[in-house]
């Protein structure tokens, strides 16, 4: 099963911004949506950022205005840019693509954000 590759995160400052990648080694990337997910310490997974194929957008009330989702369909790519991160987002943030004709979603293996001082 194909699997989607992430990277980017780590342990910043409150504060600070990431960039997080996640590259999808799929034919038609374009016609996925892709979806980024981030599951805290004891907490529920959470839909965080939507970028459809057809390139509009959709954030999550808590991360409005701090982080954009945007993708390169040229490199089967989608990107992250968390800013002015807080302690609360701390997580690990999964890359996720969606195709409705496809029977199954992919999944990235996951990334590790830390925001502390």
């Known amino acids: 099963q194909v699997r989607l590759v992430e990277s980017g995160g780590g342990l910043v400052q409150p504060g600070g911004s990431l960039r997080l990648s996640c590259v999808a080694p799929?034919?038609?990337?374009?016609?996925?949506?892709v979806n980024w997910y981030r599951q805290a310490p004891e907490k529920q997974r959470e839909l965080v950022a939507t970028?459809?194929?057809?390139?509009?957008?959709n954030y999550a009330d808590s991360v409005k205005g701090r982080f954009t989702i945007s993708r390169d369909n040229a490199k089967d790519t989608a990107y992250f840019q968390l800013n002015s991160l807080k302690p609360e987002d701390t997580a690990v943030y999964y890359c996720?693509?969606?195709?409705?004709?496809?029977?199954?979603?992919?999944w990235g293996q996951g990334t590790q954000v830390t925001v502390s001082s």
């Open positions: 996720n693509a969606h195709r409705s004709d496809r029977p199954y979603d992919l």
């Open positions: 799929v034919a038609s990337f374009s016609l996925y949506t």
């Open positions: 970028a459809s194929s057809d390139g509009s957008t």
